[in-house]
């Protein structure tokens, strides 16, 4: 495996207040890599500035595509384009449920193959809404569309902003079925437990800012090193 993304002494603030405090972070290609923590603790954050949808205070975000490593500052479109993000809330486009997924393939110009569409639409159990406003679909449909847009597209890493919170049992198992079948990098952010010990390859738990461990998801959850972690996982933490 190689190097994706290289975090290096990483500060992000909001005016007076530090968000994020990250002296490193590596997140290997092709690996899945789960991101914990109680709500405030910056995840999302930290997805945005993997996302380079923002840049750090201080320190340096950098991204490994073809052949040389990118920091938000210099990064060309044609390699922004190779970073996927799946939002919390879903934005809709008010148009069919086939038009939402093509939207991105239409941006980038590229070929839209109605079979294909069809296919993501399959594997997503859409197909029966295609023609339908994608505005009338169930919050659990929405999610599942907004992942679609992303899969769809030959992004080099998935990022995913709780994909699963509030979805009931079958939209959980459905989208956690396609995520497993994915090759590519996904860096996940979930409050799930058991997911990120399904899912991951590494867990990393965020509190107040700071990545208090990170580790191999099996000993990450069977014997948590720091006790903030043991205290989160156990429940007595409230989040
Ligand atoms: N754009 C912003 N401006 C100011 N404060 C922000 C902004 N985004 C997030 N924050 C603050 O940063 C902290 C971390 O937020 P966030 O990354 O969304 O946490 P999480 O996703 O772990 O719940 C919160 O206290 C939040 O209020
Ligand atoms: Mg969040």
Excluded: C
Excluded at 3 to 23: K, M
Excluded at 90 to 107: D, H, K, Y
Excluded at 115 to 121: D, E, K
């Amino acid at each position: 495996m190689s190097e994706l993304y290289q975090l290096h002494d990483v500060t992000h603030r909001y005016g007076e207040r530090t968000i994020l405090t990250l002296p490193s972070l590596t997140i290997q290609r092709g690996e899945t890599f789960a991101l914990i923590g109680a709500s405030g603790a910056g995840k999302s954050t930290l997805l945005r500035l993997l996302a380079m949808l923002e840049t750090p205070s201080q320190g340096t975000v950098k991204i490994h595509l073809e052949r040389a490593w990118y920091d938000g500052h210099q990064l060309p479109l044609a390699q922004r384009r190779k970073i996927g993000m799946v939002f919390q809330t879903p934005i809709m486009l008010t148009r069919s449920v086939l038009e939402n997924l093509a939207f991105g393939l239409q941006i980038r110009g590229e070929k839209i193959v109605k079979a294909r569409l069809m296919a993501m639409l399959e594997q997503l159990q859409l197909a029966h809404v295609a023609t339908a406003p994608a505005y009338t679909l169930s919050g659990g449909e929405q999610k599942r569309l907004a992942l679609g847009r992303v899969m769809i597209l030959e992004t080099e890493v998935i990022l995913l902003d709780e994909p699963t919170a509030n979805l009931d049992p079958t939209n959980i198992a459905l989208i956690e079925g396609m995520l497993q079948k994915q090759q590519r990098t996904i860096i996940i952010i979930t409050h799930n437990f058991f997911q990120a010990r399904r899912l991951a390859d590494r867990v990393g738990f965020l509190h107040n800012g700071e990545l208090l461990e990170v580790g191999q998801a099996v000993p990450f959850f069977n014997q948590p090193q720091h006790p903030v972690t043991r205290s989160f996982l156990s429940g007595e933490m409230l989040f």
